[in-house]
């Protein structure tokens, strides 16, 4: 059962990835994660919006959407999409090194959310865009108290 949710949109330009990990990180803040479950879903949620700001859009911009549910058995899910250009093959843009752009681009994104989220699923459909689903189920502390 959903516990808590919430969504929002800004422009793709780099400046926002930072503001994008401090929404989503805040958000799951709900959840009373680790210091290294916080900066897990930061740096996932950086490697998509990065994604969505290098391919999907290029130089002309547009908008992400991020929208991110919490459950009631400490499990955050994050949704980031984007209306670019799509992804042509996406099992090859999933394979570690591969890149589209080249340059200082190491072809790591999905990889890295893969290795820091529990489930990552890509949907793409050429000249519509992209969604990224990212799930991670937080441990659940139990207090001294009981």
Do not use: W
Request: glycine residues 8%; aromatic residues 8%; positive net charge.
């Amino acid at each position: 059962m959903v516990k808590n949710s919430f969504c929002m949109n800004f422009l793709s330009r780099s400046a926002n990835e930072g503001f994008s990990r401090a929404v989503v990180s805040a958000f799951a803040s709900q959840l009373d994660p680790t210091l290294e479950e916080i900066n897990d879903i930061k740096t996932a949620v950086s490697e998509a919006v990065t994604n969505c700001i290098v391919h999907a859009y290029g130089d002309d911009g547009g908008k992400i959407y991020i929208s991110a549910e919490l459950y009631e058995d400490n499990t955050i899910k994050i949704k980031i999409r984007d209306k670019g250009k799509g992804i042509e093959n996406v099992s090859q843009a999933m394979e570690p090194l591969f890149t589209t752009v080249g340059g200082e681009r190491a072809g790591l994104g999905f990889a890295v959310m893969m290795s820091f989220m529990d489930s990552v699923k890509v949907r793409s459909t050429i000249g519509k865009g992209t969604s990224i689903t990212m799930i991670k189920k937080l441990r659940h502390r139990f207090s001294v108290n009981g």
